[in-house]
């Protein structure tokens, strides 16, 4: 059963060469050179989305958003047109569940099943094969795409129905974010008061706040100034304003995603949408008077 992989940026990339490791692909993205590189590992390119649809009954998506994947479906990419009766989606846009629903219906009336399988865990748990895979789908599908999911990483798991992995990955992403910007003020408010950056983080990460964010990510990227780390604010403001929306729309109150939310568009105000989420450290410096990152911080 043929492959494509359209979508080959930071996270769609990592998956496809991980992907590939164990499965001939079709690779098509607008960069041109994201495909040379999956080329030089032994992919096919592609001259146009819709010629991956066309010669492959599987076909996995990562974009940026829920709208880029509509456009690429029925809009300027008429992807939909050339998916063949039997065919299969996969989407690992982390996305707007009901766009993700709307579209699934759409397909399923063209005979073309559609599977949500966002992902957690960056680039680099993608490369390493660890990364957490959240499937929306009617079992039979999920059953269908399980094999070729599990050559990207063991840790597949289905959510429920079309839009549950999308709820899941917002409600994870809301959580992450919330956890990164509290840890940001915890620390600055131990290097306010006499303690040591990264001593403080270590400490911390022998106590009870650590996290993910604290054990893996702030003295590789914060403390020690090597800010970039493959996402950036726009996404995360993105993902966790869906989370909001979503929650607004079910009646749960968002007090604390809404917190998140609100520090993520500050940032993005003082830097821009595609800044690297870590710049919102330079953000809490700013507001506590700290310099937890280095003043020769990259960036």
Known sequence: MAVGYIGLGSMGGALARRLQLAEPLTVYDMNAAAVGRLVAAGAQAAGSGAEVAASCMTVMLCLPTSQHVEDLLYGRGDLA???RPGAIVIDQTTGD????RALARRLRQADVSMLDAPVSGGPVGAE???IAIMVGGPAEDYARAAPLLHKISPNVVRAGEIGTGNVIKLANNMLSAAQRFVAMEAVALAVKNGVDAGRAVQIINKGSGRNFFTELMFEKHIVSGNLPSGFTLGLLHKDVKLACQLGAETGVAMQFGDVAKNFLQ?????????TQVNAAALMMDSL??????PENHSL
């Open 81 to 83: 047109r050339h998916l």
């Open 97 to 100: 569940p009901s766009v993700t």
């Open 128 to 130: 390493a094969g660890t």
């Open 266 to 274: 500050m940032a993005m105000n003082a830097y821009s949408y595609d």
């Open 288 to 293: 506590c008077g700290t310099h937890v990152v």
